[in-house]
T-cell receptor
Framework: DAGVIQSPRHEVTEMGQEVTLRCKPI?????LFWYRQTMMRGLELLIY????????DSGMPEDRFSAKMPNASFSTLKIQPSEPRDSAVYFC????????????FGPGTRLTVT | GENVEQHPSTLSVQEGDSAVIKCTYS??????FPWYKQELGKRPQLIID?????GEKKDQRIAVTLNKTAKHFSLHITETQPEDSAVYFC?????????????FGAGTRLAVHP
């Protein structure tokens, strides 16, 4: 099993640009989570999906952030327009009812907005 | 909503000593309590978890205890080794319908000195 796959691993962009982060969950997992990690705020849940349906997006900081899951094997997190305070590591995680809901994290995308 | 507090924020021990990290949660409906270890520059990885129907769980040198009445749970690491040095996160879950929305504590940076 390849585990959760995220791309890109590193992204450097200028303020105002659109950023798209991608995630491929573990095959067969039915839940997908997007987290943001910073020194100041720790690990924050942004949004999660069950069976491709967004369940809770209360952690999405503002309208500049959006997430989609068009099918069971792909999700995107988009920031438009990006700001320097969006700089963080963004993790995607997936879980399965069959595995007791243990969340497996991807390697993360380190985003730097200048 | 759920709130998880974690103490201490940093912990320094000598190799071979024990380390204890404590967390409290606010939502009495929480029923799943995982612990994650995050090494520098890497993803969080599950090391042990406990559900509300048990009071203690052990896996080699690590153990977790849960006190539902007091709404706190603890991670115990015995015979610490330098490779235990990392940031440890506790979490609690009270997601609807059994889905596993995790709320994380702020993390404890553990340093094990040879």
């Amino acid at each position: 099993d390849a585990g959760v796959i995220q791309s890109p691993r590193h992204e450097v962009t200028e303020m105002g640009q659109e950023v798209t982060l991608r995630c491929k969950p573990i095959s067969g997992h039915n839940s997908l989570f997007w987290y943001r990690q910073t020194m100041m705020r720790g690990l924050e849940l942004l949004i999660y999906f069950n069976n491709n349906v967004p369940i809770d997006d209360s952690g999405m900081p503002e309208d500049r952030f959006s997430a989609k899951m068009p099918n069971a094997s792909f999700s995107t997190l988009k920031i438009q327009p990006s700001e320097p305070r969006d700089s963080a590591v963004y993790f995607c995680a997936s879980s399965s009812r069959d595995r007791g809901y243990e969340q497996y994290f991807g390697p993360g995308t380190r985003l730097t907005v200048t | 909503g759920e709130n998880v507090e974690q103490h201490p924020s940093t912990l320094s021990v000598q190799e071979g000593d024990s380390a204890v990290i404590k967390c409290t949660y606010s939502d009495s409906a929480s029923n799943y309590f995982p612990w994650y270890k995050q090494e520098l520059g890497k993803r969080p990885q599950l090391i042990i978890d406990i559900r509300s129907n048990v009071g203690e769980k052990k896996d080699q040198r690590i153990a977790v205890t849960l006190n539902k009445t007091a709404k706190h749970f603890s991670l115990h690491i015995t015979e610490t080794q330098p490779e235990d040095s990392a940031v440890y996160f506790c979490a609690a879950s009270n997601g609807p319908g059994g889905y596993n929305k995790l709320i994380f504590g702020a993390g404890t940076r553990l340093a094990v000195h040879p």
